[in-house]
């Protein structure tokens, strides 16, 4: 997220103060990304520095208004033009930590899923009550919300695919090992069994049903 464009955006529709900044980004956005206020009045400073920004006097309580200058309203709307590159967006945490956890002996990666699945699927409702409660008129909200279920759904249905790709590799491994035992570790660590065909597309049937049950009846 960039705070530097979000506070330039928000100036974009006349004076504001770093409070009234903050309060206006958290209303666009659902309240979903809260802002720090220290965070804010820096990230002014350094807009007045680089002449995106000016002050714009004070009220009778002091509060310092900024207004956008037209070199900060033009990189406002350079970066409203420009793509999100892939390489701009923060690295995928849960993507990282399943790739570790496949290498390394003794993880419960069937466990991490299943907790991840949980996690993903209790977001997931949340997402929808809020969006349920927002007033039709508050788009920008609404947009926000919208592209968190979409994410929440996605991860959830990739955590099956993890679930499945995991347990394919623990069969795999095992029709290689001439005479051997199957890898314990391949799906479910050393010491641990791995878990079932059975298991997974019971998981998967599961998140499945949870998924349209956090969507029934709140359609998008």
């Not at 002449?51 to 350079?78: C, K, M, W």
């Not at 409702?125 to 920008?140: M, S």
Request: proline share 4%; charged share 25%.
């Amino acid at each position: 997220m960039s705070v530097k464009h979000s506070l330039l955006a928000g100036l974009a529709g006349g004076e504001r103060y770093g409070y009234q900044l903050r309060a206006e980004f958290e209303e666009r956005t659902g309240a979903t990304w809260p802002l720090n206020i220290g965070q804010v009045y820096t990230t002014l400073n350094r807009l007045e520095r680089d002449g995106l920004v000016e002050p714009a006097g004070q009220d009778a309580a002091n509060h310092v208004f900024y207004r956008i200058t037209d070199a900060g309203r033009e990189e406002l709307f350079s970066w409203f033009a420009r793509p999100v590159t892939r390489a701009e967006r923060p690295r995928d945490e849960l993507a990282v930590k399943l790739a570790l956890a496949v290498t390394v002996g003794g993880v419960d990666v069937a466990a991490i899923v299943h907790a991840q699945r949980k996690h993903a699927l209790a977001a997931l409702q949340d997402y929808t009550r809020v969006k349920a409660r927002l007033d039709p008129a508050e788009l920008a909200a609404s947009l926000v919300l919208e592209s968190m279920i979409f994410q929440s759904e996605a991860e959830i249905r990739w955590l099956d695919h993890v679930e499945a790709r995991v347990l394919r590799h623990a069969r795999e491994s095992q029709t290689t090992r001439v005479g051997g035992p199957a890898d314990p570790g391949s799906a479910k660590g050393a010491g641990g069994a791995a878990p079932t065909d059975a298991d997974a597309s019971t998981r998967t049937s599961r998140s499945t049903r949870a998924t349209a049950t956090a969507r029934k009846g709140k359609a998008i």
